[in-house]
């Protein structure tokens, strides 16, 4: 069983945001690159399935410069088999990274995908649909329950609906799962795995590679915008009668939110 | 601008609301746009509400197999009718739906996607989109070189007005293709939860709840006015709720009318999922506490003694209204 796991590279979520004085994206120095969080679930629900079904490899594939290469070995030191890099320089739309992901999927013989439900820098929670259509499978989102059927044929997964429901979904395989928090903790990497990760040969590609030298980025971004800062408001005073009594009195009147 | 579609969402014979927004930012635009509903059975309600906010033309994509969500079968749908109508924008709200068919339906157009915008502009032949990124952290102007152009909408952020109510309506038979993965069962949650990312009201708790049984203080609080109650990160990590209730860049990116936040610190990733919140409101009991930098009305003190006072004074105001 080929357990393909598509990460991203992202900055931390402590990271405080400057645009870039062109605007067209954010500062990178002094960023801490971190695997994004929803990938980390991936990962560990192919290690998951790997153990499950006491079989199959696992390989992590990212998208991007050379300092990607550490979330890989991450990866690689939480236990997966295998790690693919396509290495580019350029900023690629979400198109292009789904591209270039489903062209590694077809090389590898992919029998299931685990992604993240989003990358928590572009929030476009895109890429896990783009892969699966372009590959023609199946997909899943923001999955929290994933079982395979042991002739490995099926899988059944949940997903969480709208206000807290839960979907049901039998799929087919091979399919594309996006999952999300709560579907499993990750494992910390372990000493031996982290020695093995790092002199762990990192598979390479460049978009020529992948037949896509040609093909350019769909949409264009610009004007980055930090949200205008919202003044600091009242404190209401009294006792908390009160102030509770103002507070409903303020956002019927003032606010005329209620 | 050429053909632009708004892929409309409905639910038992309910439009979302979301749909009614894009339509009514697309009558404000001057930009004459075509609704198409995938469905089945009586949908009346959905298309006279569609028309009577501004839909020039209301196609009711019918089949059988559309009547609940599937992904395959939304895609394959919408793709083939629209396919046939040289379409330069497909747009729809950024609803769980929304955002699971759209990728895929920008695939089959081989063109680019920008994922739960908060304002489009459409002019002459240029779209461009602003979308909120690093949860809300900054936020980006996108624009598309490729044609249809491809975005969906944020809920609750455009304003709904109606339109001139003279659109048209029509079914046409869809094909929803073959289906792989399928919905067998929902199990819906034991108590009826408003939908975070579509609600007008949020109270959200932190871990200075203390337990998940305390998050009845929100709850009932909530039930008044109809909200849906949210969480920080530190209290879903602690167990107090589910994940499906976290706000914040890990969580869900809200922008309700009214944000209450109870017991909340407000660190950066929280603040990023809330801070498009029309009005905010703090309690808690650190007056240094950083959520009360972002917050419109601020009470210093505790909220086991606070929110209940507040629950008190808001049935008040409904035994009025």
């Not at chain 1, 192919?46 to 992590?60: F, Q």
């Not at chain 1, 820098?121 to 699966?132: E, M």
């Not at chain 2, 489009?120 to 936020?139: E, H, I, N, T, W």
């Not at chain 2, 490729?146 to 094909?175: D, W």
Request: charged content about 25%; some cysteine; aromatic content about 4%.
């Amino acid at each position: 069983m080929n357990i393909i796991v598509l990460i991203k590279q992202v900055p931390d979520t402590e990271t405080k945001v400057r645009i870039t004085a062109d605007k067209r994206g954010i500062e990178t120095n002094d960023i801490k690159w971190v695997i994004n969080p929803y990938d980390e679930f991936a990962i560990e629900e192919g290690l998951k399935t790997k153990e499950r079904l006491k079989e199959g490899l696992v390989s992590v594939v990212t998208v991007g410069p050379d300092r990607t290469v550490e979330a890989l070995r991450t990866a690689v030191a939480m236990g997966a088999d295998n790690a693919i890099h396509v290495k580019t320089e350029s900023v690629l739309d979400t198109y292009l990274v789904a591209k270039a992901l489903a062209e590694v999927c077809k090389k590898e013989n992919a029998n299931i995908i685990f992604t993240g439900k989003q990358a928590i820098d572009d929030d476009q929670a895109a890429t896990f649909g783009y892969v699966a259509e372009l590959l023609q499978f199946p997909s899943a989102s923001v999955v929290v329950k994933c079982d395979i059927s042991p002739d490995k044929s099926k899988a059944t997964v949940e997903q969480e609906g709208d206000g807290g429901a839960k979907n049901v979904i039998e799929t087919s395989l091979p399919a594309v799962l996006a999952v999300n928090k709560g579907i499993n903790t990750p494992r910390y990497a372990s000493l031996p795995g982290i020695m093995k990760a790092k002199k762990k040969e990192i598979k390479t590609y460049t978009l020529t590679d992948l037949g896509l030298g040609a093909e350019n980025s769909k949409t264009i971004d610009s004007d980055y915008q930090l949200p205008p800062e919202r003044a600091a408001g009242k404190k209401l005073q009294g006792d908390a009668s009160a102030q509770a009594k103002e507070l409903v009195r303020l956002l019927r009147e003032e606010a005329k939110v209620i | 601008m050429g053909n632009v579609f708004v892929i409309a969402e409905q639910k038992d014979g309910h439009v979302k609301r979301v749909s009614l927004e894009i339509l009514s930012e697309l009558t404000r635009q001057g930009v004459a746009a075509t609704a198409v509903v995938p469905g089945f059975g009586d949908l009346s309600k959905v298309t006279d509400n569609l028309v009577n906010h501004g839909a020039a033309k209301v196609v009711v994509l019918e089949h059988e197999a559309l009547n609940q969500y599937n992904t395959e079968a939304y895609t394959n749908a919408l793709h083939q009718y629209l396919s046939s109508q040289n379409p330069s924008v497909i747009v729809t709200g950024a609803t769980s739906h929304g955002k699971d068919f759209l990728p895929r339906l920008a695939a089959k157009f081989t063109t680019g996607i920008a994922v739960d915008c908060t304002s489009f502009q459409l002019s002459g032949d240029k779209v461009s989109v602003r979308r909120p990124v690093y949860a809300g952290k900054c936020s980006k102007q996108v624009e598309f070189s490729g044609a249809p152009a491809i975005f969906s909408v944020r809920p609750n952020v455009l304003a709904v007005q109606t339109g001139s109510k003279s659109g048209s309506v029509e079914k046409v038979a869809a094909n929803p293709g073959t289906v792989k993965a399928k919905i067998v069962s929902t199990v819906a949650s034991q108590i009826k939860k408003v939908e975070l990312t579509e609600a007008d009201i949020i109270i959200s708790g932190g871990r200075s709840l203390k337990s998940a049984d305390n998050f009845k203080i929100l709850t009932d609080c909530a039930a008044t006015v109809g909200a849906a109650v949210g969480a920080s990160r530190a209290a879903v990590d602690a167990g107090y709720a589910p994940h499906d209730m976290q706000v914040g860049q890990t969580g869900k990116t809200v922008s309700p009318k009214l944000y209450i936040a109870c017991g909340i610190s407000g660190a950066i990733q929280h603040l990023a999922g809330m801070r498009t919140s029309k009005v905010i409101v703090a309690i808690n009991k650190d007056p240094e506490a950083p959520i009360f930098q972002k917050a419109d009305y601020g009470i210093v003190g505790d909220l086991f003694e606070v929110v209940p006072l507040l629950t008190e004074e808001l049935k008040k105001l409904k035994s009025q209204s």
